[in-house]
């Protein structure tokens, strides 16, 4: 078997690097990202259907702050951090964890164009003596080009509605939040923007998301989620929506016992066909609520514990179609199934190339026969290997 030359190995190994380096990028829609920027988190988490009968979402945080007043130019970093404090908290002394779900900052440039930065969900430490250091909160994206941001409109702060989390009671305590934006240049040139008023608001107790249907789910059948933690009592619901119209077509709402232990489930059908003449696959949006406790003062207030992004399809049978098969496949895997297919193609037709070319051989000499009383030079030796015994 003929051996493959490094030659020919190394374009395949090219073409394999340069596909599974669009993987790793997957997500960034190929903007240049720099430290602790992830820019996966879905947008559609701001865009949630209004509760009916209750009030607006509370417990989360929007907060505007001033763009830069300049242009910043292609290679510059733009970066966000924030930091928190207790606002209000009996007793005044001591500590406690806060989760900070995820967030992002939105900042306009241009007619009508924007960009956001997103920051991974996190636990933060909050003092009733300190404010938290704002540089562990820090997150910025490199720009690859020149930007001059809308002067008519702030940049803002949010977490996408979402309600911060603490182990302590809803409503014992009151947490203040600010933040800022800053620009790296290449150079190493820092500007940093003013920070914002502090905005407080009120943590919403631990509920932890646990076993759920996941981010597929199929017509007629059913979506179910559970929540651990402290949810005795606790009025929780759970609501699916289409996301383009906008309608939040099924919805549960229950009270956990107060004698109860282990994980609450909530269900909720999809029937067999979407509403408003929608086709599948269709994007759809999962959220769990906290409608307080119906015991408690803060009763008549809504905090949004989770959202889901949710492919919904069409049944399948037990043997699953290749259309389900290929719905399952993300953009990533199949660059992965392409680069590896294109390194094969490569190796085979320079095999092929140099297998047309014919085998290499060496000229065979005439025989001569020598002149009398000449000696006699030895035999060539034979071109193949030696025999095997």
Known sequence: MRAVSPSTICPALAIWAVLMSLVVVSGSAFLPIGRGASPTQPATQAVLARVLNKTAPNGNLTISVEEPRFTAVAGDFVGMQFELKVAQWTPTDGSFNVTVPGCKGVFYYGANSSFALFENRQNITVSSVNNTNPTLTQVDLQLSADTSF??????????????????LPTGT????????????????????????????????????????????????????????????????????????PLDDFSNTTKTVPLNWTGPFCLQIPIGATLPNNLTVPQPLLVHLWDYGRSYYHLSNQTRLLYVINVKCVNATSSSPSWDAFLLRISWQEWALIAGVGVAVAVVALRLWFRRKGGPISRPTATPTTPPPGAMRSPPEPPLTGPKES
């Not at 923007?193 to 631990?206: A, I, K």
Request: glycine share 8%; with cysteine; net charge negative.
């Open 150 to 167: 809308d002067l008519s409109k702030d940049a803002v702060f949010s977490t996408n509605l979402l309600a911060l989390m603490t182990p």
């Open 173 to 244: 305590i009151n947490v203040s939040a600010r933040w800022q934006w800053y620009v790296l240049t290449s150079g190493g040139t820092l500007t940093s923007g003013n920070w914002s008023n502090w905005v407080s608001t009120t943590p919403v107790q631990d509920a932890w998301l646990g076993q759920n249907t996941g981010g597929q789910v199929t017509l007629n059948s059913n979506y179910t989620a559970c929540l651990t933690g402290p949810v005795q009592g606790r009025n929780i619901s759970l609501h699916i929506e289409e996301v383009s």
